[in-house]
């Protein structure tokens, strides 16, 4: 990862892959455990888990008190709740915005959708200085 910041930016873009892990099922009717054990699924969370080792690390390396990890974590859940109530409340955008903000500098106007013959066109929504 470290020598992707050091490639010019004259290069493109940079393609990273990173492996995830499901902790759930694929949907309400899949509880994710018919192929799986609930064992399995809790070695991966303790073992694997990207936030979890994150945050060990920062106590690790004192960068941060168990305390101010807890206050932060209350920040963000109350961001997302606050978020996820003011979406349930704001009307749904137009299909046209999905397009929207894709890129900073409009690479290609013409963005492919779901259906081939009816392509989006890139959009600029946020205000940039």
Do not use: W
Request: net charge negative.
């Amino acid at each position: 990862m470290r020598h992707g910041f050091n490639l010019p930016p004259f290069l493109g873009p940079l393609v990273m892959e990173m492996e995830t892990y499901r902790y759930s099922g694929h949907s309400m009717s899949d509880p994710g455990t018919s192929y799986r054990t609930r064992d399995e699924i809790q070695e991966v969370r303790q073992t694997r888990d990207p936030i979890t080792s994150y945050k060990d690390k920062i106590l690790s390396n004192e960068l941060a008190t168990p305390d101010q990890l807890k206050e932060i974590d209350a920040k963000v859940r109350q961001e997302v709740d606050d978020a996820t109530k003011q979406a349930k409340v704001e009307p749904e955008i137009g299909v046209e915005e999905l397009a929207g903000d894709i890129y900073v500098d409009c690479i290609d106007p013409v963005i492919r959708g779901v259906i081939p013959s009816a392509p989006l066109q890139h959009i600029s929504v946020a205000q940039r200085n």
